[in-house]
């Protein structure tokens, strides 16, 4: 939503508690709500930040403006999981209010050291002339959840880069701090800088260089860059801003992507044998994933469900965004998999074999399985008049579609309204449907479609209208 930036950038102060109330409200009236997905209390909700486990807990902050479904000032706000699949926000937040973070608390990452949480950030500043002076800085967190801001500037911005520097992500690599930072170049090229943490003291950050990891520079900015280690292997996740289509075909306004690469050289720095640019989704929305390893190896990420400088319905609700599901990371015949975490089965009721059904309360979980050589058409958030969200998984072309045309609120429709990608056989999906929100899993994670519907009234059915599939269908509790 388009708000003056007066009302985007107003002190978190100044918001009486009538204004807070009244924003309240108009989320409780929303149809679309989430039963087991992260939503912003209030507000939009963007980037997952700081996703670490520490203090026995897994903790996950979302980047958040709190006064409505407009990017304004930024804050983090704290959540935390016992199990990667119930979350509770703690109350806990990073404001924007030091100097070095006084027009938002941006982007970053969290990495535990002793007994605290660092926390690594971009402060993003503007002068009077509204002049951006992007600042990576930090704070820690400690046990009780009480937050302690850095004074110091961690990274300035350096000679080489515009104002768009930012979303450290913090990682170990050999018992050495480094972090890499999304970038622009003076020529308006994406790309990313490696720095190391001399004598692994976090205040102490030195460049190590650009690391190379076979881009292009057809992207004008690089954002959420992160580096994590899948079976021992380097995979970079990153959100390349205007990446060139010749590069990587794909249809919301920007993508989500990734590469497997064999080895990091932190000498060069280089990713040594960086894969293509891949989609590391194929929905109508997934972005600014961010992850990271457990002490044992284990990789894990969530995305944002969600875009940049997109509308959508639940703006006039005053709040936007949501977070994905949390995905484990495996690569298997060096393919990267990305399916959901397994404890995702404690939110299970009841269950029976997946069939036709008039209506449901558009919360469910599909275990489905497909014929091989056929085409299969299936609808989710069905009308009685056939109308629906269409998944057409096609093993005889060798495709899976999902088109969005005649399901629920049209919005964003300049970006087209179907997704599809290739696959040779669609053998199984899991499939998540969360009131507003489907999150699909194409055999075991191979292929992923996270993507918002917003049904009206109802739009709650299933039917195949075409192939051979069966399954199990489990109602999912909040
Ligand atoms: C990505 C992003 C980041 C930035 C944050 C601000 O969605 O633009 O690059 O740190 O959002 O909210």
Same mark, same amino acid.
């Given at each position: 939503?388009?708000?003056?930036?007066?009302?985007?950038?107003?002190?978190?102060?100044?918001?009486?508690?009538?204004?807070?109330?009244?924003? /309240?409200?108009?989320?409780?009236?929303?149809?679309?709500?989430?039963?087991?997905?992260?939503?912003?209390?209030? #507000?939009?909700?963007?980037?997952?930040?700081?996703?670490?486990?520490?203090?026995?807990?897994?903790?996950?902050?979302?980047?958040?403006?709190?006064?409505?479904?407009?990017?304004?000032?930024?804050?983090?706000?704290?959540?935390?999981?016992?199990?990667?699949?119930?979350?509770?926000?703690?109350?806990?937040?990073?404001?924007?209010?030091?100097?070095?973070?006084?027009?938002?608390?941006?982007?970053? @990452?969290?990495?535990?050291?002793?007994?605290?949480?660092?926390?690594?950030?971009?402060?993003?500043?503007?002068?009077?002339?509204?002049?951006?002076?992007?600042?990576?800085?930090?704070?820690?967190?400690?046990?009780?959840?009480?937050?302690?801001?850095?004074?110091?500037?961690?990274?300035? %911005?350096?000679?080489?880069?515009?104002?768009?520097?930012?979303?450290? %992500?913090?990682?170990?690599?050999? #018992?050495?701090?480094?972090?890499?930072?999304?970038?622009?170049? *003076?020529?308006?090229?994406?790309?990313?800088?490696?720095?190391?943490?001399?004598?692994?003291?976090?205040? @102490?950050?030195?460049?190590?260089?650009?690391?190379?990891?076979?881009?292009?520079? &057809?992207?004008?900015?690089?954002?959420?860059?992160?580096?994590?280690?899948?079976?021992?292997?380097?995979?970079?996740?990153?959100?390349?801003?205007?990446?060139?289509? &010749? /590069?990587?075909?794909?249809?919301?306004?920007?993508?989500?992507?990734?590469?497997?690469? %064999?080895?990091?050289?932190?000498?060069?720095?280089?990713?040594?044998?960086?894969?293509?640019?891949?989609?590391?989704?194929?929905?109508?929305?997934?972005?600014?994933?961010?992850?990271?390893?457990?002490?044992?190896?284990?990789?894990?990420?969530? @995305?944002?469900?969600?875009?940049?400088?997109?509308?959508?319905?639940?703006?006039?609700?005053?709040?936007?965004?949501?977070?994905?599901?949390?995905?484990? *990371?495996?690569?298997?015949?060096?393919?990267?998999?990305?399916?959901?975490?397994?404890?995702?089965?404690?939110?299970?009721?009841?269950?029976?074999?997946?069939?036709?059904? &008039?209506?449901?309360?558009?919360?469910?979980?599909?275990?489905?399985?497909?014929?091989?050589?056929?085409?299969?058409?299936?609808?989710?958030?069905?009308?009685?008049?056939?109308?629906?969200?269409?998944?057409?998984?096609?093993?005889?072309?060798?495709?899976?579609? *999902?088109?969005?045309?005649?399901?629920?609120?049209?919005?964003?429709?300049?970006?087209?309204?179907?997704? /599809?990608?290739?696959?040779?056989?669609?053998?199984?999906?899991?499939?998540?449907?969360?009131?507003?929100?489907?999150?699909?899993?194409?055999?075991?994670? /191979?292929?992923?479609?996270?993507?918002?519907?917003?049904?009206?009234?109802?739009?709650?059915?299933?039917?195949?209208? &075409? #192939?051979?599939?069966?399954?199990?269908?489990?109602?999912?509790?909040?």
């Amino acid at each position: 939503m388009n708000l003056p930036t007066e009302v985007r950038y107003r002190p978190y102060a100044d918001w009486t508690d009538e204004e807070k109330a009244k924003i /309240e409200a108009h989320i409780a009236a929303s149809p679309w709500r989430a039963n087991y997905h992260i939503e912003p209390k209030t #507000g939009l909700l963007n980037d997952p930040n700081g996703f670490s486990y520490f203090n026995g807990k897994f903790q996950l902050f979302y980047q958040n403006w709190p006064f409505g479904a407009a990017h304004g000032l930024k804050q983090w706000v704290h959540t935390e999981s016992q199990d990667l699949v119930h979350f509770k926000e703690t109350g806990i937040t990073l404001q924007p209010d030091h100097e070095n973070d006084s027009h938002g608390a941006y982007s970053g @990452s969290a990495y535990p050291i002793d007994d605290k949480l660092f926390i690594f950030y971009t402060g993003n500043v503007r002068n009077q002339d509204w002049v951006r002076d992007p600042r990576q800085i930090g704070a820690w967190m400690d046990k009780k959840g009480h937050i302690e801001k850095f004074d110091d500037i961690l990274i300035k %911005q350096p000679a080489d880069v515009t104002e768009h520097f930012r979303d450290p %992500q913090i990682f170990d690599y050999k #018992g050495q701090y480094y972090a890499i930072i999304g970038a622009q170049s *003076l020529d308006k090229k994406g790309f990313i800088k490696l720095y190391k943490a001399l004598n692994n003291d976090v205040h @102490s950050w030195q460049e190590v260089g650009n690391l190379d990891f076979g881009g292009t520079g &057809s992207e004008y900015m690089i954002e959420c860059p992160n580096l994590v280690f899948v079976d021992g292997q380097p995979v970079l996740l990153y959100s390349p801003q205007g990446l060139d289509k &010749s /590069e990587l075909a794909y249809d919301n306004i920007y993508p989500n992507t990734y590469k497997i690469c %064999q080895t990091f050289d932190i000498n060069r720095p280089a990713l040594v044998g960086a894969s293509q640019i891949l989609n590391l989704d194929y929905g109508f929305e997934a972005y600014a994933t961010q992850g990271f390893n457990m002490p044992d190896g284990r990789a894990y990420c969530v @995305s944002w469900i969600g875009l940049p400088d997109v509308d959508y319905p639940t703006d006039q609700y005053d709040y936007q965004g949501a977070m994905s599901l949390v995905k484990e *990371l495996s690569i298997k015949d060096g393919k990267l998999y990305q399916y959901p975490v397994s404890a995702m089965t404690s939110l299970r009721t009841n269950q029976e074999a997946f069939a036709d059904k &008039s209506q449901t309360d558009n919360c469910y979980e599909l275990d489905l399985t497909f014929a091989p050589d056929q085409k299969t058409e299936l609808l989710l958030f069905a009308d009685q008049k056939g109308h629906g969200l269409k998944l057409t998984i096609d093993n005889d072309k060798g495709k899976v579609i *999902l088109d969005r045309s005649q399901a629920g609120v049209q919005y964003a429709t300049e970006f087209g309204t179907t997704r /599809e990608c290739q696959l040779n056989q669609t053998l199984e999906a899991r499939i998540f449907v969360d009131k507003s929100i489907v999150e699909i899993f194409i055999n075991k994670g /191979e292929k992923v479609f996270t993507s918002r519907v917003f049904p009206q009234a109802g739009q709650s059915g299933l039917k195949v209208l &075409s #192939g051979q599939v069966s399954g199990t269908y489990y109602h999912l509790k909040g």
